[in-house]
């Protein structure tokens, strides 16, 4: 009877070590060769400040291979907005979106998702030495598998060639990555093992429940 609840659990681990294979970074920090080739990509940009040039070379070689987020500050145009290429008036969160969503395609693929998202809900409530609130509508917080994903998005043409929505929809915008060293929020890591588990045990109990009729 046990045999029969074998491939149950074989499903589950082989489900959860997949899982694993796309979620973490199994290559380690950038390599001295990987530097050098995204920064002369990042140099030869014309998009990119130097300033912006200089913190992604040091977010390069400060890596250690591990996972981070990037947190997005933005803030909206107000009322209707012509779309890049059309013409066409929609609001800016439509806009915003033609851009979100290849992004976002490209980025699941490489085992980053978003982790929050959300609307601003006051100004700042305790601040110094800082410029002042530009008027952020909105946070989003991406996860990164890799620093190596983030530069390869960087160099992707179809990211670049669309980027052209997010200027257009937003009036400012701030993007810092992260790294995370407490946080209270449950990681897929142990949410999607807790799942497989639930579902796996559920599956074993129904096997086991009709052996037992027969």
Partial sequence: MRNMTYPIWATAILLYLLFLGWHENWHGPLTQDEIEKFSSHINASETLSPDQQQALTDFMRSDNGGEFFMVNFGTYFRGQIAEPGSGKMMS???????????????????????????????????????????????????????????????????????????????????????????????????????????????????????????
């Fill in 92 to 214: 800016a969160a439509a806009v915003l979106d033609k851009y979100f969503r290849p992004f976002m395609g490209k980025a699941l693929r490489r085992g980053s998702y978003p982790a929050l998202s959300g609307n601003m809900l006051g100004g700042y409530i305790e601040a110094w030495g800082t410029s002042a609130n530009p008027g952020w509508t909105g946070v989003g917080i991406i996860r990164y598998r890799s620093r190596r994903d983030l530069l390869h998005m960087v160099m992707d043409t179809d990211v670049s060639d669309s980027h052209i929505f997010k200027k257009a929809a937003l009036s400012a915008t701030l993007a810092t990555p992260v790294g995370i060293r407490f946080g209270a929020l449950l990681s897929p890591r142990l949410w999607f093992a807790l799942l497989l588990l639930a579902l796996a045990a559920l599956a074993q109990i129904m096997v086991l429940s009709r052996k037992g009729k027969t």
